[in-house]
Every structure is written in C-alpha cells, then in structure tokens.
C-alpha cells in the first residue's frame, strides 16, 4: 500500500519559530537545505521518514502531532462559525479554513472563541428583552437610541441633496451611454471594466438577500424577488461603488457618526441615494419633472423606475439654479410603522410632523394602487398639497406575509399650481383637517384621535361624553 504523504509546513514553521532559530539554522541542524527547508514549509514538498525521525530526536516532536493533517477540533468549530448567516456568503468552500486551522491555529482559535462571546451575548440581550417584557418596560429599553435612529435623525433634517453625488453620477450616466436600456449597459459595463457578471437566482438559493457579490467569483446576485426596477437599482448601487467610492466616502465622512455601524448605515444610504441619481441623471429628471408637471407615473415611464423611484428623486431636486418643487417624503408601512422621511429642504417635522392619523398615506391600503390627492391644513394654518399611494414592495410567496407600504409626498400648498395634482384640486376650498400628531394636537371633536394631547386635562366633567375616549375642555 503507498505510504501516505505528509505536509505540515506551518506546524514545522511554529516549532522553527518557537525555538528561535532561522531556516538557515534549522536547516543545518536536520541536515538539509535551507531552499528545501524552505519548500517544506511552504508545504511544496512532503516530510520524509528520514526527516520526521531527525525532527523527533532533534527537537521531541511528537510524531502523532505531525501525521495530523489538520486542527480537527479548530477547523470544525471554524466551520460551525462560517455557517452562521452573518458569514456564509464569505468563503467558496472548506479550503481557506482548512489553511488557517492548520496554519494559525492559535488565531483560529481566537476568532472563535470571540464568535462564542458574540453568541453569548446575544443570548444575555434576549433573555434581557424577555425580562423587560414581563416587567411591563419594555417602553423604557424601547427608547434607546440605536445607529439606526441617529442616521435616519440627521438625514431628516437635512436636505436631500449631495451635490458631489449628482456631479459623478451625470458623469457616469455619460460614460455609460445607456440609451433606453441602463440596466443592460450597466450589466455590460460589470463585465467589461470589472469582470462581474449579473445573475438572478431564485429565492430558494437566495433565501436572505436582495443583493449578494461574491467576490470570488465574480459575480453579482440578484434576487427573483425584486421588479425589474430594483434589479436595476441594485445594480446601480454597486456600480456606483465601484466607480466613485471615493465621492460616497467623502460625503459619509462629512457627518461625523461615532460608531461603525452608523456608518455603515450613513453610507448605505448616500450609495442608495447616487443608485438613484445614474438611474434619472439630475438634468434630464428635473426638466421632464417640470414638463410633466411633477406626474410621478409618468417620470415612472420615462425613466423605466418604480413609482416610489420617482417619488423618492423628487425630494432631491435642490440644485443651486435648477431647483425643482421643494417635495418632501414619509413612507409607512399599514401599522403605522415609519419607514423613510426625507425631504428637499428636510423632512418638515415642526411645520407638518407626519404623525396624524388622518393623513391619506394611511387610507391609501383601503385603495391599493390608487392616487389619492388631498389639500390638508394645519392648526396653524398652514396648507400642504399631499399625494399618497401603495406600493408594490417585493414579491412573497403562497406561505409569506411581506410587508407593505405606502409613500406620501407633499409640499406648501402655493406650489399647488405647479403640479398635476395641485391642477387636479383646483379651487377646491375644503381642507382635510390635520395636526403634526394626537399628542401635540388640540383640535376638539376629532374622530380620529387616537391619543390625548399633552397640553390638556381629559375628563373634567363627568356629566358629558364626547367623541372619543380623549375629548378635553
């Protein structure tokens, strides 16, 4: 029967470099080259029988140690590691772990023994969680502030213009030369300049992601999940990464965020917010805006997007000269969950809030599809053209329940005249009665409120009952 061969360069490199000897040295000592003492560790050539028996008298290696391909025990709990979702996407196969159990095992081991404190820790927060639950506060842990709500804070109150973004994106746009179809000049683009082809995969590959590249092979996955134009808004994502990265860091730099999951979030969204701004260049979608008189479904059309695309590019048209209508933008989901506010001047929180019950974004769901188009007016007076509907959202299966929202877009009422739906209103004289939110709102006799102010005291007379379970004096 052939004899097995045994590599075990890096377990000779760690006894070499545990003695603090050089190859030179080490070489002498067995009896050999210090090229081919070289090679050895370098796992280009196998132990001889000689070598192992020279090895063991020399320096009392164990021989069992050296016929052990690799750190079994390192490389299984590796594995176990790489199989978590977080990380399963990183490695093409077995062979790299194998490498490093063999090669570093004391940093293998490491790494997992880091991963075992991440999962402990996790089970602690759960069981946190659990704990703050059953104790009835769960409204207290509930207010602490997360990344997530320290990105989405300044991006609302700032406006939604990156003017270096734009400048690059027309630039790429250019270069790319698309004609009617960006999405297969953008494909083309990958595979000519970087070498990445474009694939779709069904869900059940793709379980977990909208977008995967696999930077070993090339190749960018998208989900079947997604309509054509998120495909092609994923596509632009990472075009735009490739292309002017350094634009992206630039701008996710200038805010500031202390940890680094804020930004990484923070440019997330300046690298969704150029996917928008190569798929309408700022020139071209500002001047069919105007011409189309801001028709959300016809820009839909023109520029091969979805309608919350559209909707989402009109909220950044601020361009010193060429400003567009000043849109601003909250998407929910039919909880009532907030999803997205953003706006060209900022989200206005203190004008408008976003918070009333009565706004059409909620009875949009009633009317899936439909454009619903409303005058409304603040306690103080202020007027606000809004138009809300659905949107499609991405595609679940029999068994699933995705989530789905819906966009509002709005702006002061005086731009009314420079919009379709503003047209549509005409002299229409009656406003829908809002407030920034039933917390901070007092108009009496509500039929909506869902909360009592804070400004007012509830029940001071016990011989009236009013419209709600909230009526104040």
């Known amino acids: 029967m052939a004899e097995n061969k045994i590599f075990a360069g890096p377990r000779i490199r760690r006894i070499r470099n545990g003695l603090g000897l050089t190859q030179t040295a080490m070489a002498e000592e067995l009896g050999i080259s210090p090229s081919y003492l070289n090679l050895i560790e370098r796992n280009q ?15 009392k290696v164990d021989l069992a140690d050296l016929e052990t391909g690799r750190q079994e025990g390192v490389f299984t709990e590796l594995k176990a590691i790489f199989s978590d979702p977080l990380l399963a996407g990183e490695l093409p196969g077995d062979q790299e772990l194998v490498e490093l159990a063999d090669a570093a095992p004391n940093a293998a081991a490491g790494v997992a023994k880091l991963y075992r404190a991440y999962r402990e820790q996790q089970a602690r927060l759960s069981d946190l969680s659990q704990l703050l639950a059953r104790e009835g506060r769960i409204l ?15 991006f609302e109150n700032r406006p939604n213009f990156f003017a270096a973004i734009e400048t690059a994106a027309e630039a790429l746009h250019a270069r790319l030369a698309p004609g009617d179809d960006l999405f297969g000049a953008m494909r083309a683009f990958l595979r000519k300049e970087h070498e990445i082809s474009v694939r779709i995969l069904p869900v059940a590959t793709m379980p977990l992601w909208r977008r995967r590249f696999d930077r070993h092979s090339r190749r960018l996955f998208l989900s079947e999940r997604l309509s054509i134009a998120d495909r ?33 979030l923070a440019r997330f969204e300046i690298v969704r917010y150029a996917a928008h701004a190569l798929m309408m260049p700022y020139g071209a979608f500002q001047t069919a805006a105007e011409r189309a008189a801001y028709d959300v479904d016809v820009l839909k059309a023109r520029f091969q997007v979805s309608f919350e695309q559209a909707a989402n590019r009109l909220t950044m048209l601020q361009r010193q000269g060429a400003p567009g209508v000043p849109f601003f933008m909250l998407e929910v989901d039919n909880a009532g969950n907030r999803f997205r506010r953003a706006g060209a001047r900022g989200f206005p929180v203190q004008r408008f809030g976003g918070g009333c019950p009565k706004l059409p974004i909620h009875a949009a769901f009633a009317q899936p599809g439909q454009i619903i188009v409303e005058r409304a007016e603040m306690p103080d007076g202020a007027e606000f053209l809004l138009v809300a509907r659905t949107l499609e959202g991405l595609t679940g299966g029999f068994e699933e329940r995705p989530r789905r929202t819906a966009i509002l877009i709005g702006c002061d009422l005086g731009f009314k005249d420079e919009t379709v739906y503003g047209r549509h209103l005409g002299e229409r004289s009656t406003s829908l009665k809002i407030g920034p939110a039933c917390r901070l709102c007092e108009r009496q006799g509500c039929l909506a409120r869902a909360e009592p102010p804070l400004t007012r ?8 009952t009013g419209l709600s379970a909230f009526d104040f004096q």
Do not use: N, W
């Open 45 to 59: 050539r196998p132990l001889t029988v000689q070598l192992i028996l020279k090895l063991s008298q020399t320096y």
């Open 140 to 154: 207290g842990s509930a207010g602490t502030r997360l990344p997530i709500d320290e990105v989405h804070e300044v």
């Open 232 to 264: 092609m808004r994923e596509t632009a994502m990472e075009v735009c990464q490739l292309v002017f990265s350094d634009v992206i860091e630039a701008e996710a730099r200038t805010f500031g965020f202390a940890s680094d999951e804020a930004r990484r």
């Open 457 to 464: 005291p509830l029940g001071l007379d016990e011989m009236v």
